[in-house]
């Protein structure tokens, strides 16, 4: 799985031009249910070649549904699916993200991309990596309470040999031989403390990659799973901030995967909790300081003028429009319009480039019943 990060995501909003394809499909890992996608995928892709008609000449349509048609018959690529999908695609680029939970199935031809179901994962609490590491090898997982995928590590050694390759220190060997005969060689392994040095200059080297290209990256809480002889040798030398003081205790080798998303979200689900009661709490505070919104038109112009810090948005609301931001105001419509995108959307990239912070918050966790909730600044 290819990471990305919530910078890498606004950055698509600054980009490109329209037009701007969003589509989302619902995915299946797992062979009889995966058949039915790429024949979703395909009747997405006719409405799609509508919606573009509306506003198009026949040459530019032809043109984007190009970028996409080349899946439809993929079967490589339908086969190893995760649970959702996104796809987006404008004049000059085209762009696949595979996703850890479902989606709802939706299509947008908008002026700007729709990047609300990925803002909710990338910016979703209860997200976290998991590092499985044993004396000589390393993985690195990522996901949810729902599913763990594993990671492409970028920079970073995934085994003993990899990070140290021709220093790894070697058996050392005793001669034995009787007088004029062949020397007999005879392994007796690596004193303790060699073995140890090694361990801990793999685990530097793994601890130094994962910090600076995948927890720096994404912010992202990291857990470690390892026998507990290790947890105390790497936790020692780590200089990752995110890395969270608990961890699971066990051989990653010798359980499923399923298991161990089990036995982490355990452990993660308590910080998940507190996380989104903290905000709830925040926000209850500045409203009744007059500093919290949670009418929509309010709380677009708050953060058209740079003033929202947090914003909470319910996961699964969509609002058909668009935010004028010169004016902080939005303008209604309808989501088959090819200029017309969500506002919730919308206002996620607001927020974000202005430096403040966005959480997506399951319905039956979120403080107000109109789909957003604003702390502000000033």
């Not at 530097?204 to 912010?219: C, F, I, L, Q, Y």
């Not at 607001?350 to 403040?356: E, Q």
Request: glycine share 6%.
């Amino acid at each position: 799985m290819h990471q990305y990060s919530t910078h890498q995501l606004l950055s698509l909003l600054d980009k490109h031009g329209p037009p701007c394809i969003s589509l989302y499909q619902y995915t299946h890992r797992h062979h009889p249910d995966s058949l039915q996608d790429p024949i979703r995928y395909r009747n997405l892709l006719r409405q799609m070649e509508g919606s573009l008609q509306q506003k198009y000449d026949r040459k530019e349509v032809r043109s984007l549904l190009e970028k996409f048609q080349p899946l439809s018959h993929d079967a490589e690529f339908w086969n190893h699916r995760t649970d959702g999908l996104a796809m987006l695609a404008a004049p000059d680029m085209f762009e696949v993200f595979e996703l850890q939970r479902p989606v709802q199935e939706n299509l947008i031809v908008a002026d700007t991309f729709y990047l609300k179901p990925l803002l909710r994962i990338s910016q979703s609490a209860d997200r976290f990596q998991m590092l499985c590491l044993t004396r000589d090898r390393a993985t690195l997982y990522e996901g949810n309470r729902d599913a763990l995928d594993p990671v492409e590590l970028i920079d970073t050694p995934q085994t003993l040999t990899e990070a140290l390759g021709s220093e790894v220190t070697q058996q050392r060997q005793s001669v034995r031989s009787a007088s004029g005969q062949t020397p007999i060689y005879h392994g007796v392994g690596q004193k303790k403390e060699e073995v140890d040095r090694d361990r801990d200059r793999f685990f530097r080297a793994v601890d130094r990659g994962v910090m600076e290209n995948h927890s720096k990256p994404t912010g992202l809480p990291l857990m470690l799973v390892a026998l507990k002889e290790y947890h105390t040798p790497f936790r020692n030398l780590s200089r990752n901030p995110h890395l969270l003081s608990m961890g699971v205790d066990v051989d990653p080798g010798a359980i499923s995967l399923d298991d161990l998303r089990a036995l982490a979200w355990e452990q993660m689900e308590p910080l998940y909790l507190e996380r989104l009661a903290l905000l709830v709490r925040e926000f209850e505070i500045a409203r009744s300081r007059q500093l919290g919104f949670d009418d929509v038109d309010e709380v677009v112009a708050a953060a058209t003028a740079g003033r929202v810090a947090n914003l909470l948005i319910e996961a699964d609301r969509q609002i058909p429009g668009r935010v004028d931001v010169q004016t902080g105001t939005i303008e209604r419509g309808a989501l088959c319009d090819p200029e017309i995108g969500d506002v919730l959307s919308d206002l996620a990239g607001i927020v974000l480039r202005m430096k403040g912070e966005v959480v997506i918050v399951p319905k039956q966790r979120m403080p107000t019943d109109t789909g957003v909730a604003a702390t502000c600044r000033f």
